[in-house]
């Protein structure tokens, strides 16, 4: 699909259109593409709310430690501001492994301004964790 096209199909449903360089992340292969919503989060934390274009999302949560056990609750919400409250819970991951954990919500269609994720429940030695939404 043409950058062009997706510009204008973004621009469908929105009351104001958002330049497609505000949607810019990091290809990972065809036509997928991957914004960071929370990277290194080693504590319990909300992180700071990105717009996603409209459609079908995945989001995969991880968390890595330097040894040993390691835990984290990533919980991923949508809203319709950018203030990191009061959104709609879309999906949780729990994730608890040695030293990594790594899991993946089923598709998300539901479309919303804003996403954020919440971090709870953080332990492990030099635990770390991030939240990727791929479209």
Do not use: H
Not at 31 to 42: E, G, I, K, P
């Amino acid at each position: 699909m043409s950058r062009w096209l997706l510009r204008v199909l973004m621009c469908v449903g929105l009351l104001i259109c958002v330049p497609y360089s505000a949607f810019a992340g990091v290809s990972i292969g065809g036509d997928t593409r991957l914004v960071v919503l929370a990277s290194a989060v080693t504590t319990n934390t909300t992180s700071t709310a990105q717009p996603l274009p409209i459609g079908a999302k995945s989001f995969y949560g991880q968390v890595v430690c330097t040894s040993g056990a390691c835990a984290q609750t990533q919980a991923i919400y949508g809203d319709v501001d950018d203030d990191e409250t009061n959104g709609i819970l879309l999906c949780t991951l729990t994730l608890s492994g040695t030293t990594r954990a790594q899991d993946a919500c089923p598709v998300v269609t539901a479309n919303f301004s804003y996403y954020y994720v919440t971090t709870t429940v953080t332990s492990g030695t030099g635990a770390a964790g991030a939240v990727y939404a791929m479209y």
